[in-house]
């Protein structure tokens, strides 16, 4: 019998393997790597990198936010890799021309001029107030959250906002892959909301679409026993 396939765990902005702990214990039994994208400045590099320094052939991906994006392209570049594929709280589109598309670039702007003048976590703190659900500001889950994006440097942080304003349209991607697909999306989440993961599912009709109540952007911190439990019957779900 061969040996189950590889789940890669991909983290998100400024997101470190704490952002998938209990991902990590309860999917144990399988062999899981959260990968690391150094400051690596462009979608198709971080996947490019992820593909190099994951040696199985044979991979599970979950992308969380923007390692949903990184996630897609990986099965871009190497669909044959690919066995499944699972995205969370995440988008498939390009960063918008026109008004929307430079507010978007002046506000992540605006972000990475907070974290040089005053430090990564006092951008941390105000950056996070949008991503979780309401009633876990000030918590000890927010904290640590804020001290997970406080761990990465600035230079981290020009180098994925760089990504993310690049991003590729993956939309196509999304729309040719056949394989087994979990879009999930916390149910308060307002960063990457739910009738994006509803117009993905429309471009992957094969996809089983999870929302988790009780949760912002941070599904997997926020509910970590739910988005474990999806990912548990993602892995075991037959084409």
């Known amino acids: 019998m061969s040996a ?29 790597v959260v990968p690391d994208y150094g400051t690596r400045s462009s979608i198709t590099d971080m996947a490019t990198h992820v593909l190099a320094a994951v040696p199985a052939e044979r991979l599970c991906v979950a992308g969380h936010s923007m390692g949903g994006r990184v996630a897609l392209e990986m099965v871009r570049l190497a669909p044959e890799r ?38 990564m976590a006092t951008m941390a703190r105000r950056w996070a107030v949008g991503m979780v659900h309401p009633e876990r500001l000030n918590t000890p889950l927010f904290e ?32 040719q892959w056949r394989g087994p697909t979990l879009l999930l999306c916390g149910r308060q989440d307002s960063w990457s909301p739910l009738a994006r993961h509803e117009q993905m599912q429309a471009l992957a009709p094969q996809s089983r679409l999870v929302v988790i109540e009780d949760s912002g952007h941070m599904s997997p911190q926020e509910q970590p026993a739910a988005v474990t439990g999806a990912l548990r019957r993602w892995l075991e779900q037959t084409c």
Request: glycine content about 8%; overall charge negative; proline content about 8%.
């Open 82 to 119: 690919i066995e499944r594929l699972a995205l969370l709280d995440t988008g498939v589109t390009p960063r918008p021309e026109g008004p929307d598309g430079l507010a978007e670039e002046q506000q992540r702007l605006a972000l990475l001029a907070l974290a040089r003048a005053e430090g």
């Open 144 to 175: 640590d959250i804020v001290a997970m994006v406080a761990r990465k440097s600035t230079a981290v942080f020009a180098a994925q906002i760089q990504a993310l304003l690049g991003r590729p349209d993956a939309r196509p991607v999304l729309a």
């Open 4 to 32: 189950p396939a590889t789940v890669v765990l991909l983290p998100g902005l400024l997101c470190d393997e704490a952002v998938w702990a209990d991902q990590l214990t309860g999917l144990g039994e399988r062999p899981c």
